[in-house]
């Protein structure tokens, strides 16, 4: 049984990686499942076996990158607790401010494939979704529960992992409007935006003036998209 898994997970990679090679060689749209499965060696229907869709082979590719990432990697590693929460918040923002700075055309092409996802039959999107979720979700929960306990937050009715998604869906919907080379909305410099997105969202999950002030003042300054930012706008 533990030889048949391992055969199993070897594969799994394999695909993975005929299938990076696809998609940086050919974009998305240029990219089949016939094609994967051929750069591969395998049949097309051994691939379905590992992944049912070209949406589900992408949004894995994705979600190891992610997983991948050393600062996310340490962010997540880190004892749950207010200063975790702002500085996750502040890294997700940083990031998609980052992506309508045109700093990396790769994230931006995927911005865009999420956001017709949503016009579309929605599949990359759920499985993306699912993924941030089981990565990201747990700590994002942890730790408002704990800034809830030390009395930097106001408890919100409802399912705590709905903020992290109004949280997201925020910076996902800004960084749309600035992704074309005329940005449909002028939000101004970069680095201030970024301050305001984050100041927005640690209000709109509960926590407090003052500690809002405390963690992301120090979250910000230790941030290299930070300087990033400013050097973009």
């Known amino acids: 049984m533990t030889s048949l898994r391992m055969t199993s997970d070897l594969r799994r990679q394999l695909i993975l990686g005929a299938a990076k090679r696809c998609f940086a060689r050919n974009g998305y749209a240029g990219t089949t499942t016939k094609s994967v499965a051929a750069a591969a060696a395998i049949s097309e229907g051994l691939l379905f076996k590992h992944f049912p869709s070209k949406a589900a082979l992408y949004a894995e590719i994705l979600a190891e990158e992610c997983e991948a990432d050393p600062e996310l990697a340490h962010l997540l590693g880190q004892e749950p607790s207010t200063a975790t929460l702002v500085e996750l918040v502040r890294g997700m923002v940083g990031h998609f401010v980052n992506i309508a700075?045109?700093?990396?055309e790769d994230e931006a092409q995927r911005l865009r494939f999420m956001a017709a996802s949503h016009l579309e039959d929605g599949e990359f999107a759920r499985l993306l979704y699912g993924k941030i979720a089981d990565l990201i979700g747990p700590t994002f929960v942890?730790?408002?529960?704990?800034?809830?306990?030390?009395?930097d937050a106001t408890e919100i009715a409802g399912e705590p992992l709905n903020l992290f998604w109004f949280a997201h869906h925020t910076v996902l919907?800004?960084?749309?409007?600035?992704?074309?080379?005329a940005p449909c909305l002028e939000y101004g410099d970069a680095s201030v935006l970024e301050r305001q997105l984050?100041?927005?969202?640690?209000?709109?999950?509960?926590?407090?003036?003052?500690?809002?002030?405390?963690?992301?003042?120090?979250?910000?300054?230790?941030?290299?998209?930070?300087?990033?930012?400013?050097?973009?706008?």
């Open 101 to 104: 700075n045109g700093s990396d």
């Open 142 to 151: 942890a730790s408002l529960t704990r800034a809830i306990a030390a009395g």
């Open 198 to 233: 984050c100041q927005f969202i640690l209000r709109g999950i509960g926590l407090g003036e003052a500690v809002i002030a405390t963690h992301l003042d120090h979250a910000l300054s230790a941030s290299p998209g930070q300087s990033a930012a400013r050097e973009s706008a």
């Open 173 to 181: 919907t800004a960084a749309l409007t600035r992704l074309p080379a």
